[in-house]
């Protein structure tokens, strides 16, 4: 198993950055493939970005490419999102989550097994 929790959300302008950091204790990180979802007041949760094992593969929704950055520290235990230009449309819970049963764990909230507690963004306008 692993335990998941994210840290760096918060209250920025439109056009401001955030660094969403999640921090990964259990077991060894790197089995783990990692990814990014949000979800808006009442919206569905939906897939923002994902990162394979070795951090070689990359994925991100159409809205946030070219802004927002996934990466991750193996050595740390540690995957980021760094969100730049950001957008009122941006606001929502974000979630940490990995899978550890495929090297990249896609775009469907049901392809990962496990999940943090979130972290509130809000961009305001």
């Known amino acids: 198993q692993v335990q998941l929790v994210e840290s760096g959300g918060g209250l920025v302008q439109a056009g401001g950055s955030l660094r969403l950091s999640c921090a990964a204790s259990g077991r060894t990180f790197s089995v783990y493939a990692m990814g990014w979802f949000r979800q808006a007041p009442g919206k569905e949760r939906e897939f923002v970005a994902a990162?394979?094992?070795?951090?070689?593969?990359?994925g991100y929704v159409d809205s946030v490419k070219g802004r927002f950055t996934i990466s991750r520290d193996n050595a740390k235990n540690t995957v980021s999102l760094q969100m730049n230009s950001l957008k009122p449309e941006d606001t929502a819970v974000y979630y940490c989550?990995?899978?550890?049963?495929?090297?990249?764990?896609?775009?469907?909230?049901?392809?990962?097994?496990?999940w943090g507690q979130g972290t509130e963004v809000t961009i305001s306008s």
């Open positions: 989550a990995a899978t550890g049963s495929k090297y990249y764990g896609g775009t469907y909230y049901d392809g990962y097994d496990y």
């Open positions: 990162i394979s094992r070795s951090g070689g593969s990359t």
